[in-house]
């Protein structure tokens, strides 16, 4: 369960549950749990971000997944 306490823009957040949802089951074969947390945790992302398109990375979907909600910049 993630706590989103500024959306900022709910317009594209089923689209990229279903972006993260395929590349989850391509990605976590055989792991549709793995698969489904990747897609909420996609989606969840998408809420902070304006406009239709999802611009988070990979990396930074699999952050979230693993636990890291900070928000923080990592280079």
Sequence with gaps: QYQITDIVDR???????????????????????????????????KHTIKGDANLSTIDEVKKLMGGDSSGRVAR
């Excluded at 549950?17 to 945790?41: H, R």
């Design 11 to 45: 317009v594209g957040g089923g689209d990229s549950f279903m972006g993260g949802l395929i590349y989850g089951l391509l990605e976590y074969k055989g792991d549709d749990q793995k698969a489904l947390n990747f897609a909420v945790a996609a989606s969840c992302l």
